[in-house]
């Protein structure tokens, strides 16, 4: 009896973590976190500098194909250059690697590279444990959402 109790508790659980919304870390309206630095390209960029009216902010991997996915539908979908101002961190081996696949892909934007990788700087202040991450800022540098993949980033721009 014992068993089957722990059993259909293991069950409730499981349903519960399963059935819960995903936990967003960045409410909107949160101011976003401030960051600067050189790109891959040598170019510096500041964030609260920025005058686009709307930053992505977007966390990736090298070699997450789920991440490729999901910037080739961004760059398909959306008008990068005029609406949005892309801004990107890159786990990689090294800055060349990012300059070779942002170029390929044929991302603009401003990309940044980190040989601390997870525990780089705007990894640790953004609280990224899992990539794709995007974080969708407005142009008074406050959080209108966050997403993990393409349909709710799409749903992210959409509601906003």
Same mark, same amino acid.
């Given at each position: ?48 500098e920025s005058q686009a009216e709307r930053i992505i902010v977007c966390f990736w991997s090298y070699d997450c194909d789920h ?20 801004? #990107?961190? $890159? *786990?990689? =081996?090294?800055? &060349?690697? +990012? ?8 991302l603009p934007g401003w990309h940044f590279f980190d040989p601390e990788g997870w525990n780089s700087q705007p990894f640790m ?7 794709? #991450?995007? $974080? *969708?800022? =407005?142009?008074? &540098?406050? +959080? ?17």
């Open positions: 009896m014992m068993k089957y109790k722990g059993m259909l508790l293991l069950l409730m659980m499981l349903f519960v973590a399963t059935t819960m919304p995903a936990q967003y870390l960045h409410q909107p309206g949160e101011k976003a976190v401030d960051f600067e630095g050189i790109t891959v390209d040598g170019k510096p960029y500041h964030l609260y991440c490729h996915d999901f910037l080739k539908s961004l760059r398909k979908h959306v008008d990068l250059k005029n609406d949005y101002e892309l801004v #990107t961190f $890159v *786990l990689a =081996d090294d800055a &060349k690697q +990012v300059r070779k696949k942002t170029r390929c892909m044929r202040d953004y609280d990224v444990n899992i990539t794709p #991450t995007v $974080v *969708l800022i =407005d142009k008074d &540098k406050n +959080v209108i959402g966050e997403a993990y993949d393409f349909d709710e980033f799409e749903a992210l721009i959409h509601h906003e």
